[in-house]
């Protein structure tokens, strides 16, 4: 079936289309983005539906950062946006109506080095080189609070949800119709939802995806899923976030991933007879000689580096361990199909796309390099180690001159990376806030 025969039976199936969203996640994933009209749904293949490049760099306030110089300084010029077919689905939130995500390319028909699909791309290139496939599953935390609140205010957790509540069945059952929707709308839109589960926080719950052999489809399932959680709160009076760490004094929300990999036989090559198997040991090296380089990936905004703190369920360290939950990187098991590690750095806040190619190219450069881990941490609570950042800038500092950076996004999208962030710092800076003039203002 050739590309517009997908189209058109997709159409047929839905006679009352109206429209269908094209979602193009922006570097902050951030989704970005047309209408178009249902009856018009063959221009996706054949004219395209041009987007400003400079779209996916824009700051998180939505505005051009004019140190990247996509914009003004060179006429903010068109790219060519394609459909990601896999992803043309209906939206069960919004009568007739549809979705699909969308690549955009060059004027010169070449991949938009600034799409964040693209990159992803570059880093699966490597490991596809060596004959290897990636599985991999993500876990994502969220919290859900009360809305109609003034933008500025704190979140409110939802009535009755006040304390603590890891794994409260209680807690799924105040606000199953809710949660029965999410599950419902990753069934329409074939997002691999597994299990559903309340965290620790108040509001807060963690969803676990199936591992598939298609990294990019998986980032495409993150990326899809964090907007129907927004809808699916929204059509209940309530209102959903992936802030990384929304309350001060309760643990933040993180995105775990799970990896290991096939060769080209199917065989699982993390997985060892006995002891841990020398390519989990190399992409466990890569992934901890890299981690801090990439910070500014796995905590990209000021918020982030909350998560890095004593008693708040994230790693504070560069070290590994099995089975232990208090490290960054832990094995779950080394033996059989479902040997793997799982990456425990990133916020819930990430652009999954470019955090999976910080995780496969930090992977491929411990293979390439045969990296060592050193030993795993036996025991303790975690913090032994190499700490990780825990500011911003600095974290982005070491971003900015790391070669690893530069071999995973190309030195172009290092380049634009860094400007979009020190210019959120900067915008950030100016920007007092209300505890400053509450221990400030009347004392000094």
């Given at each position: 079936?050739?590309?517009?025969?997908?189209?058109?039976?997709?159409?047929?199936?839905?006679?009352?289309?109206?429209?269908?969203?094209?979602?193009?996640?922006?570097?902050?994933?951030?989704?970005?983005?047309k209408w178009l009209p249902g009856d018009a749904a063959r221009k996706l293949l054949s004219d395209g539906v041009r987007l400003p490049m400079s779209t996916y760099a824009?700051?998180?306030?939505?505005?051009?950062?004019?140190?990247?110089?996509?914009?003004?300084?060179?006429?903010?010029?068109?790219?060519?946006?394609?459909?990601?077919?896999?992803?043309?689905?209906?939206?069960?939130?919004?009568?007739?109506?549809?979705?699909?995500?969308?690549?955009?390319?060059?004027?010169?028909?070449?991949?938009?080095?600034?799409?964040?699909?693209?990159?992803?791309?570059?880093?699966?290139?490597?490991?596809?080189?060596?004959?290897?496939?990636?599985?991999?599953?993500?876990?994502?935390?969220?919290?859900?609070?009360?809305?109609?609140?003034?933008?500025?205010?704190?979140?409110?957790?939802?009535?009755?949800?006040?304390?603590?509540?890891?794994?409260?069945?209680?807690?799924?059952?105040?606000?199953?119709?809710?949660?029965?929707?999410?599950?419902?709308?990753?069934?329409?839109?074939?997002?691999?939802?597994?299990?559903?589960?309340?965290?620790?926080?108040?509001?807060?719950?963690?969803?676990?995806?199936?591992?598939?052999?298609?990294?990019?489809?998986?980032?495409?399932?993150?990326?899809?899923?964090?907007?129907?959680?927004?809808?699916?709160?929204?059509?209940?009076?309530?209102?959903?976030?992936?802030?990384?760490?929304?309350?001060?004094?309760?643990?933040?929300?993180?995105?775990?991933?799970?990896?290991?990999?096939?060769?080209?036989?199917?065989?699982?090559?993390?997985?060892?007879?006995?002891?841990?198997?020398?390519?989990?040991?190399?992409?466990?090296?890569?992934?901890?000689?890299?981690?801090?380089?990439?910070?500014?990936?796995?905590?990209?905004?000021?918020?982030s580096y909350r998560r890095f703190q004593p008693g708040s369920y994230a790693p504070m360290a560069l070290n590994w361990g099995l089975d232990h939950r208090g490290v960054?990187?832990?094995?779950?098991?080394?033996?059989?199909?479902?040997?793997?590690?799982?990456?425990?750095?990133?916020?819930?806040?990430?652009?999954?796309?470019?955090?999976?190619?910080?995780?496969?190219?930090?992977?491929?450069?411990?293979?390439?390099?045969?990296?060592?881990?050193?030993?795993?941490?036996?025991?303790?609570?975690?913090?032994?180690?190499?700490?990780?950042?825990?500011?911003?800038?600095?974290?982005?500092?070491?971003?900015?001159?790391?070669?690893?950076?530069?071999?995973?996004?190309?030195?172009?999208?290092?380049?634009?990376?860094?400007?979009?962030?020190?210019?959120?710092?900067?915008?950030?800076?100016?920007?007092?806030?209300?505890?400053?003039?509450?221990?400030?203002?009347?004392?000094?």
């Amino acid at each position: 079936m050739t590309d517009h025969d997908r189209i058109d039976a997709f159409v047929g199936a839905h006679p009352k289309l109206d429209r269908i969203e094209l979602l193009f996640p922006d570097m902050n994933g951030v989704m970005r983005g047309k209408w178009l009209p249902g009856d018009a749904a063959r221009k996706l293949l054949s004219d395209g539906v041009r987007l400003p490049m400079s779209t996916y760099a824009l700051d998180i306030f939505g505005e051009d950062v004019d140190e990247t110089g996509l914009a003004g300084p060179i006429g903010d010029p068109d790219g060519i946006g394609r459909p990601v077919l896999d992803t043309l689905k209906p939206i069960p939130w919004s009568e007739d109506a549809a979705q699909v995500l969308m690549t955009l390319r060059a004027p010169d028909g070449t991949d938009c080095i600034y799409d964040p699909r693209t990159r992803l791309a570059g880093a699966l290139a490597r490991l596809t080189e060596r004959g290897l496939t990636p599985v991999v599953a993500t876990e994502l935390e969220f919290y859900i609070f009360q809305s109609g609140g003034r933008a500025g205010d704190a979140p409110l957790p939802p009535p009755g949800l006040e304390g603590a509540q890891v794994y409260e069945l209680a807690a799924t059952t105040a606000l199953e119709p809710m949660l029965d929707d999410i599950l419902e709308y990753c069934d329409v839109q074939g997002i691999p939802a597994d299990t559903l589960t309340a965290e620790f926080g108040p509001g807060q719950f963690e969803i676990n995806f199936n591992h598939v052999a298609d990294a990019m489809a998986a980032a495409d399932h993150a990326v899809l899923f964090k907007r129907l959680v927004k809808a699916a709160a929204r059509n209940h009076g309530l209102a959903a976030t992936f802030m990384a760490k929304p309350y001060g004094d309760v643990p933040g929300s993180g995105m775990h991933v799970h990896v290991s990999l096939l060769d080209a036989e199917g065989r699982n090559i993390f997985s060892a007879g006995d002891g841990t198997a020398p390519p989990l040991r190399h992409a466990l090296g890569g992934l901890l000689g890299s981690m801090r380089e990439l910070q500014p990936i796995f905590a990209p905004h000021a918020n982030s580096y909350r998560r890095f703190q004593p008693g708040s369920y994230a790693p504070m360290a560069l070290n590994w361990g099995l089975d232990h939950r208090g490290v960054a990187l832990r094995v779950p098991a080394t033996a059989g199909g479902a040997a793997r590690l799982e990456h425990r750095i990133c916020g819930a806040d990430v652009n999954p796309y470019l955090a999976l190619a910080a995780i496969l190219g930090g992977v491929a450069e411990g293979l390439e390099t045969e990296a060592d881990p050193g030993p795993p941490l036996a025991g303790g609570d975690g913090t032994d180690g190499e700490r990780l950042h825990h500011d911003w800038t600095s974290a982005l500092e070491d971003f900015e001159g790391s070669a690893t950076a530069a071999a995973i996004y190309g030195a172009e999208y290092v380049r634009v990376y860094t400007a979009c962030r020190r210019n959120e710092i900067a915008k950030l800076a100016t920007m007092i806030s209300d505890a400053e003039y509450k221990t400030y203002l009347h004392k000094l």
